[in-house]
């Protein structure tokens, strides 16, 4: 029984609708403004050492958080290296997802049933999408670290899994404290609203797709994080890119390292200060990949609000915030975002 969903069979009239007419452009990669978004180059994010937090000089650490914030400014993106989290957690956070994602595919669609996972935290492809433009050649596990523990139908799934839990909504907090400090606020906001069992794990995996469309069907469609921070661990087969400066750039994969992004919530709270930017993931025609993703959240009820003034962003709690984009994506196909919220 296969393991990969059946993307072909049931989008079948989307590639066909495309093949037909093969000078078709998503119209999310339509930029009215600036035709250079299709340029692609590969370049290294910024890269921070951790280690100088704990063991480094007053100034060694002061240089260490303003590398934080200005990366945070300046791309949205960042790779962080000496972070904490053991090769060992990660190596068998990788062994977990493999195994879960190889389960057949009549499984994991029934994930209540047979991985113990909440109902509806396996998706794959873009049932709403309308153009290839909105489609993603994917399957994820969406998964709220509340209900973790028990999940994956493998006995070591759970202890591995609050293992990495742990130490990365550790790593979230320390990251998101330095960004408040170097805002001018000795905040305690995050320690009260983002906690581990508001945050969620996502893990990735991108078959091989073999349709041969250039580039126009992506493993993760265009878009920005409705978070405050996401943590990402991927494997080395890239496919990663980013907006900087007008043109897409394709990271390039460090197997040491972590890669952390701005969220909709950080730009909303910092005013605009600290970027979250458009990211996709590009297809492979004959490698699949992995990743594994935490979004560091709050509660529902959380209300966002800039942290300094004149604000530029209406206060909304994060309900609110989440209910929109859901409605904006139903209605049109792709997220709007924080515009919608603008004073």
């Given amino acids: 029984m296969d393991a990969d969903p059946p993307f072909h069979k049931v989008y079948e009239n989307l590639f066909d609708k495309t093949i037909k007419n093969i000078n078709y452009i ?21 890269i921070i050492d951790l280690n100088r937090l704990c063991f ?9 958080k303003t590398e934080i914030a200005r990366a945070s400014k300046e791309w949205g993106f960042f790779q962080i290296v000496n972070h904490g989290i053991s090769s060992e957690i990660l190596e068998k956070m990788r062994f977990e997802q493999k195994r879960i994602f190889k389960q057949p595919f009549d499984k994991k669609i029934k994930e209540d049933k047979y991985l113990k996972f909440p109902s ?3 998706r794959w492809g873009t049932p709403s999408a309308t153009n290839l433009g909105q489609f993603s050649w994917s399957e994820a596990f969406h998964i709220p670290l509340i209900d973790i523990s028990h999940s994956g139908g493998f006995d ?34 995050f320690q009260e609203n983002c906690l581990p069992s508001t945050c969620y794990l996502r893990m990735n995996h991108y078959p091989p797709c073999p349709i041969a469309l250039d ?21 080395q087969v890239g496919g990663l890119q980013l907006v900087k400066d007008g043109k897409w750039i394709a990271v390039k994969p460090n197997p040491e390292a972590l890669i952390i992004n701005i969220g909709d919530l950080f730009q909303a709270w910092s005013n605009g200060t600290y970027v979250s930017v458009q990211h996709r993931v590009v297809t492979n025609p004959v490698v699949e990949r992995f990743s ?6 709050p509660a529902y009820d959380t209300v966002i609000q800039s942290c300094c003034e004149p604000a530029i962003y209406k206060e909304f709690s994060f309900r609110e915030y989440r209910q929109q984009v859901q409605a904006d994506v139903q209605k049109l196909g792709s997220k709007i975002g924080l515009s919608r919220f603008l004073v």
């Fill in 26 to 46: 998503p119209q999310n990669l339509v930029n009215k403004d600036d035709n250079e978004l299709f340029v692609v180059e590969e370049c290294e994010l910024p």
């Fill in 56 to 64: 480094g000089t007053e100034l060694e650490r002061e240089k260490c």
């Fill in 120 to 122: 509806g935290s396996y």
């Fill in 156 to 189: 070591s799934f759970g202890t591995v899994v609050q293992q990495f839990a742990m130490t990365v909504s550790n790593l979230a907090q320390k990251l998101a404290k330095i960004l408040a400090e170097k805002m001018g606020h000795e905040s305690t906001f």
């Fill in 215 to 235: 580039d126009q069907v992506f493993g993760l469609t265009p878009h920005t994080d409705s978070d405050f921070l996401t943590i990402l661990h991927q494997d």
């Fill in 292 to 297: 594994t993703a935490y979004f560091f959240c």
